[in-house]
Structures are given as C-alpha cells and as structure tokens.
C-alpha cells in the first residue's frame, strides 16, 4: 500500500541503523512488526496462555526446585558478562523465524 506520512528523519535513520534495513519502507515495516509482536506478548501477560492451574503444574518438571538451584550457587563463580555484538540485524531474525 502506497502513502504520505511524516515521520520524524533522525528517528527512521536511527531505526534503520539499528534494524540494517536497507530501505526506509524496510526499517518502516520492520518497526511496525516489532509493534505489533510486543503488543502481542502485552495481551497474553493480561490474559495468559489460555491453561488452567493443572495445565500449568504439568508444564513444569516437577523435580525443578529453584531455591535448591538458588542455594547450590558458589557466590562469584558467574561468568564474566558478554558484551553484546552491536546491532541487531532483525530482516535475518525475521527470516529465521520463517523457517
């Protein structure tokens, strides 16, 4: 669909460098799906996954005890924290997800 918009040019630039979107319809399309995702994850955390309790319970391995996991950690043995790779190409996430 063709249209006239006005958008603020140093945030699509941004969006662009941040997504490696090639075009401005690109980074536009890219932005809109993110949208539109993180409205979508919104919804369930309002209204859940649909399960009940029990279907819940069962979703867990019952031999998953956190605080034991909690307590057998040796304080400082947490590896040292990764430094991200810079930019997230999203047109390869998409198309991962694609498949």
Known sequence: MKMTMHIDEDLL???MKWTG???KT???ALALKEMD???RLAEIGKTGLGLSRA???EAVDPSYDLMA???AETPGALPPPVTPPGPV???KVL???KK
């Open 37 to 39: 995702r993180k409205a």
């Open 55 to 57: 279907e819940l319970m």
């Open 95 to 97: 198309k991962r997800r």
């Open 89 to 91: 190409d999203y047109r």
């Open 69 to 71: 996991l909690r307590l």
């Open 21 to 23: 979107a090639a075009s």
């Open 26 to 28: 690109e980074a536009v």
């Open 13 to 15: 630039e941004r969006v």
